[in-house]
């Protein structure tokens, strides 16, 4: 057994000083966290690197989904030192990501990590001679077998992605993703900004599709650095935005599986139903998407018992017409005939690659914030994971279903045991004083799975380093998992089903 | 002539009741009956661009794809009435007649070089070669039915009197009403409205089409619903009623057809790409059925 007693434990959306996190040799390091994440109920929340002064400090961040705790972990590589580590990749696949964005920002050598292929071609990246066409594409030579390669540029108007498919004539053997396109440097300009209102700009445009998500995730990571303490009513409002976000993507995204199976009729419907709901939150907070509701310290938009009772009435209608084509829709069996027994991901599989959020629950495996590291919302009105067991498209199909379910009652639970009080406004506070060195963690479960926002202060409580990880991250492997003897033509449903974000992984 | 007068007319709005029958089932704003019209006139309008890989064959597969469409019209006759060309055996001349509009295309799509396309062309070839049995099954039975062998004497002689030849025409009009979605690219089959390369068939085959050929293409897919619409029409068309009511029939079933089309892309999702072949050869079988009847009908084969 190892020795937990030595390693700092955190609440999530806490901060502790920077001389509590004890820094341990790369031997040690490693073997605690091979031990640790061989434990199901443990998972990487976080894996980075940052400089101080002239050396290089690593710090990991391990959930404890079981206590509930987070686990940090720390280790040092002076810069007299060879930049090389032995890869913990081989052990826990999960890390891969991580070790290879390491590898891409600092020209860390990993030893015997498989995949060390750069993430994202940062501006800052150690390598500015690889330019993103030099990408190492994985392939096979071989006569029977051909290349398709699609983007980065799509014939719809979404993101910059490229994809390689190995396929054996209908058949995908391998796919490869390649990000990178959609880089903005968005770590780095939260540092250059100053201002916790340009920060907070910052934080709704990390990706547009979880503003909420993601803005609440960088709003504690900031409240924890500063050891602001916020009203109940704040938690709770956020969590009802992140509740309705999740509500009304996974709408749009039911209505967008439709819409790739050619079944017009369930797309206009799920589709016109995501607009009652993002118009509530137009109605809320002046914008669909609920941009501008989430500031550091408080907020302009408080919600009322006006806003209860326009948003009761709004979720009954919702639901009546949800109820209603989900029973025609998914029973329909040229729809279940199309998603069904297609993209299986095992709950092995799952596990190895790490993956967070929804593409952790379509197979089995209860990942949830909400429940494992819950903020005060969540505790108040605690929240019940739901899985599904297949880990194929219609897995993730029925899972946006019930998860639209269950958010909905949970927001009728808070609707109805909690009384918002209009004397309670808290006003964004953008002056707050940030402790000095010290390190603030901030999980979120958007509607894609776990955000996890990290931030590191310096002597002066000026931010050092802030580091983003979103979902997507984890989940691009599943995608590429999905893939595997499925047919090309079914790529799209599948990349549809897990609706993951470009600008999310590229920062 | 009178045949071909009418196929032109209803060409000019087949597509578009379509796309208002969908709209109507989706609950939007439908679009005008001659939306597809404007389109194809716009794109008169606008030059081609040809890739600098294609060839001759790029360019003239269009025109040849047209072509072989409208004189494959000639052929269809219309109640009485002989269509404009109408020889012994011609549903023979018809078929390959659309087959090698059909190849010219598949070439041009390889011309052109692009992974997708090959993939679309490849899937397309698939799909013409499995409905083909269907069509020449279909109309085997119905020459035997009738003891005949050319296009106007098939409908001319084909009377529904007793049980079995009802049994005929309807497993007939199925087959026919999806041998036309399967010709046409349409649902179950292919989804033309689809926007993802990877699911297209005939789209993907032609995104390199643009201007006066790719007007060319849509107003060739025009021309086939009408035709396969007219050759419905002919099945239910009695040669004894006044030619006013013919025509007044005939639109009849032109536009119910439509919106059977429309109905039918509105309420299913599209096949997986891998149970397509099992789905067309499926048409295949029930065609068999409806020769089997026919041989029955024929005396060929004796009941006890």
């Not at chain 1, 002076?78 to 990501?97: C, G, N, Q, Y």
């Not at chain 1, 509500?247 to 206009?268: E, R, V």
């Not at chain 1, 002046?286 to 326009?310: A, C, D, M, Q, Y």
């Not at chain 1, 009384?419 to 000095?436: C, I, M, T």
Request: proline fraction near 3%.
């Amino acid at each position: 057994m190892i020795d937990l007693n030595k390693i700092a434990k955190i609440k999530n959306n806490e901060s502790i000083s920077l001389k509590d996190i004890a820094i341990i040799d790369y031997e040690e390091f490693s073997h605690i966290v091979i031990e640790l994440l061989k434990q199901p109920e443990n998972h990487c929340l976080s894996y980075f690197a940052y400089k101080s002064n002239d050396n290089l400090q690593f710090i990991m961040a391990v959930g404890d989904d079981k206590n509930h705790n987070i686990l940090l972990l720390s280790h040092l590589l002076k810069s007299d030192e060879k930049p090389e580590l032995e890869s913990l990749t081989k052990e826990i696949f999960a890390l891969h990501i991580f070790e290879r964005e390491i590898h891409e920002n600092f020209g860390i050598n990993f030893i015997e990590h498989p995949w060390l292929k750069p993430v994202r071609f940062a501006n800052n990246r150690a390598n500015k001679e690889m330019q993103i066409n030099d990408y190492p594409f994985y392939s096979i030579k071989s006569e029977e077998l051909h290349e398709v390669g699609v983007g980065p540029i799509h014939a719809g108007v979404i993101e910059p992605g490229h994809f390689r498919f190995i396929c054996n004539g209908e058949n995908v053997l391998h796919l490869e993703i390649q990000l990178g396109w959609q880089h903005r440097g968005i770590e780095k300009l939260f540092l250059d900004k100053e201002n916790n209102l340009q920060r907070n700009l910052l934080a709704e445009n990390i990706a547009g599709d979880t503003a909420i998500g993601h803005t609440t995730a960088f709003a504690q990571t900031i409240e924890a650095l500063a050891g602001k303490q916020l009203g109940k009513q704040r938690h709770i409002e956020r969590a009802l935005a992140l509740e309705l976000e999740r509500i009304a993507i996974h709408t749009g995204d039911i209505s967008a599986l439709c819409t790739d199976i050619a079944y017009h009729f369930g797309s206009n419907v799920f589709g016109i139903l995501r607009t009652a709901i993002i118009n509530f939150m137009q109605f809320w907070s002046g914008n669909r998407f609920g941009k501008s509701l989430i500031r550091v310290g408080g907020t302009h938009l408080p919600f009322t018992e006006e806003l209860k009772v326009e948003l009761l009435d709004v979720l009954s209608k919702y639901e009546k017409q949800f109820e209603e084509m989900v029973y025609i829709t998914f029973r329909l069996p040229s729809v279940q005939n199309r998603f069904d027994f297609i993209g299986i991901v095992s709950p092995e599989q799952a596990r190895t690659i790490g993956t967070v959020g929804l593409s952790a629950r379509m197979s089995q495996i209860e990942r949830d914030i909400r429940v494992s590291h819950p903020n005060f919302a969540y505790q108040e009105f605690p929240y019940e994971t739901i899985t599904a067991e297949r880990g194929d498209v219609f897995a993730r199909f029925l899972l946006k279903k019930k998860e639209i379910r269950k958010s909905i009652s949970w927001i009728r639970n808070v609707m109805e045991n909690y009384n918002f009080d209009a004397s309670q406004n808290e006003k964004p506070d953008y002056q707050l004083k940030l402790k000095p060195s010290s390190f603030a963690i901030s999980l979120v479960e958007a509607w894609r799975g776990e955000v996890c926002h990290c931030a590191i202060t310096d002597e002066a409580g000026k931010l050092k380093h802030y580091k983003i990880k979103d979902p997507s991250m984890h989940n691009w492997k599943a995608l590429e998992l999905s893939l595997r003897n499925v047919e090309i033509s079914d790529f799209p449903i599948n990349n549809k089903s897990y609706n993951l974000s470009y600008c999310g992984h590229d920062l | 002539m009178i045949s071909l007068l009418l196929i032109l007319l209803s060409s000019l709005f087949f597509v578009g009741i379509i796309i208002q029958t969908k709209a109507k089932i989706a609950a939007r704003k439908m679009p005008s009956i001659f939306q597809p019209l404007s389109d194809v006139i716009r794109l008169f309008k606008k030059g081609a661009i040809y890739s600098s890989t294609t060839s001759i064959i790029f360019r003239a597969a269009p025109i040849v794809y047209f072509s072989s469409v409208l004189i494959a019209a000639l052929f269809i006759p219309f109640g009485g009435n002989v269509g404009l060309l109408s020889f012994y055996g011609d549903f023979v001349f018809f078929a390959y007649l659309l087959a090698i509009g059909k190849f010219l295309m598949i070439i041009a799509a390889m011309d052109t070089g692009s992974g997708f396309e090959g993939m679309g062309a490849n899937r397309e070839a698939l799909y013409s070669m499995l409905v083909e049995p269907a069509f020449f099954i279909l109309a085997g039975s119905i020459a035997l039915f009738t003891n005949n062998v050319s296009f106007q004497e098939l409908f001319s002689n084909l009377h529904i009197v007793s049980s079995l030849s009802y049994s005929i025409s309807v497993a007939s009009i199925y087959v026919l009403i999806y041998i036309a979605l399967v010709e046409n690219s349409r649902m179950p089959v292919d989804d033309p409205k689809t926007h993802l390369e990877l699911t297209m068939v005939h789209e993907v085959m032609v995104l390199d089409n643009s201007g006066f050929d790719l007007a060319l293409i849509h107003i060739a897919t025009w021309l086939k619903f009408a035709i396969y619409g007219s050759i419905l029409a002919n099945f239910l068309i009695k040669n004894t009623w006044s030619i006013y009511e013919q025509i007044g029939v005939y639109f009849v079933i032109q536009i119910a057809f439509a919106i059977i089309v429309g109905i039918l892309e509105s309420f299913k999702a599209r096949n997986k790409m891998s149970k397509n072949p099992q789905w067309i050869i499926m048409l295949s079988a029930i065609a068999v059925v409806s020769f089997l009847t026919a041989l029955i009908v024929a005396h060929k084969i004796i009941l006890n």
